[in-house]
């Protein structure tokens, strides 16, 4: 297969290279570096079966040859930078979506949408199935990055019944792992970072809002599948075992070794104060997928890369 990423720079679209160059496809990765990072890719610089294209995708996508699939990863997706990029974030959403479902169009491709968890707002139902509709403030800070990926999923279903174009759409719930930005606000390169620097762990209200974590890797896996199935609409990928922020952030002071405890600062606006995903279609349509890294073991793998980092950042400050 020759594919092409949206997004190959960032963090998830990065791993998505790997996985398919290691399956013997062909990758052409696309992204414009507002979120992603040359750092991310920059092991596959001279692998024969990878190129990369520098561009926003909310322009016209031209790429010479046949495609046989476009897997739209392009988005700022986490709330410092889509608070950031707020209109940027709106036109990936609306502008690229439409851009890359034209492109697969036009190639007789695959199209497969990345959207997210944060279609189903502050969700009333839990926990979170395919056909709940969701409670989302669409005037709310994070409205921005909520409504563009609703409205990309409309758009990616008005190209399969107005032009009969072949959709896979995912959900993505939180996802953690290597390649996460240090500086992104997410939850566990905030929270890893601090206690790495021993640092007292920053959490938001009392701490008893929840999340569910999914490792890369369990996350790639079940793209894949998805990508390769049948179903056109959205399927949720993520880690159903929930636990709150609280308890999220002492196993990270214990893993770490961090002394310097934990420190409340009121929560952000539309702060979300449950997320977890049933995965159950997933399960039945994707040949039993379901996570396989355990929260330990994948938060070893991630302080142990979060440290490298650290450490190769403090040792540049000191020669400057």
């Avoid at 596959?44 to 046989?68: A, C, M, N, S």
């Avoid at 209200?205 to 569910?212: C, I, K, P, V």
């Avoid at 636990?243 to 999220?248: D, G, K, P, Q, Y």
């Amino acid at each position: 297969m020759r594919i092409l990423i949206t997004g190959g720079a960032g963090f998830i679209g990065s791993h998505l290279c790997d996985y398919f160059l290691a399956r013997g496809e062909e990758v052409i990765a696309m992204d414009n570096f507002i979120t992603g990072s040359p750092d991310n890719i920059a092991h596959l610089k001279d692998h024969p079966r990878f190129r990369f294209v520098r561009q926003d995708v909310t322009e016209t996508i031209h790429v010479d040859g046949y495609i046989d699939a476009v897997m739209h990863f392009a988005s700022p997706a986490s709330p410092v930078s889509y608070m950031a990029y707020p209109i940027q974030t709106l036109k990936v959403g609306a502008l690229g979506t439409h851009k890359a479902c034209g492109l697969a169009r036009a190639k007789g491709a695959r199209f497969f949408l990345a959207s997210t968890s944060e279609v189903y707002g502050e969700p009333l139902v839990h926990p979170q199935r395919e056909d709940y509709w969701g409670n989302v403030n669409p005037v709310g800070p994070r409205g921005v990055y909520d409504e563009a990926k609703r409205y990309a999923e409309a758009m990616t279903l008005a190209y399969h019944r107005a032009h009969n174009l072949d959709v896979r759409i995912v959900r993505i719930f939180n996802t953690y792992g290597p390649r996460n930005a240090l500086d992104d606000g997410r939850v566990v390169p905030n929270l890893i970072g601090q206690a790495i620097r021993g640092e007292p762990l920053t959490v938001h209200g009392d701490g008893s809002q929840t999340r569910s974590f999914c490792y890369v890797s369990d996350l790639v896996e079940g793209i894949a599948r998805l990508l390769a199935s049948n179903e056109t609409m959205p399927t949720n990928i993520g880690n159903p075992n929930e636990l709150s922020i609280l308890t999220f952030a002492e196993k990270i002071n214990q893993l770490t070794g961090n002394q310097s405890g934990i420190v409340f600062r009121p929560r952000p606006v539309d702060d979300p104060s449950r997320r977890c995903p049933d995965i159950s279609k997933a399960q039945r349509l994707l040949n039993n997928w379901e996570p396989k890294i355990s929260l330990d073991e994948g938060l070893t793998k991630t302080i142990e890369y979060f440290s490298a980092k650290i450490s190769r950042q403090s040792a540049v400050g000191s020669r400057q």
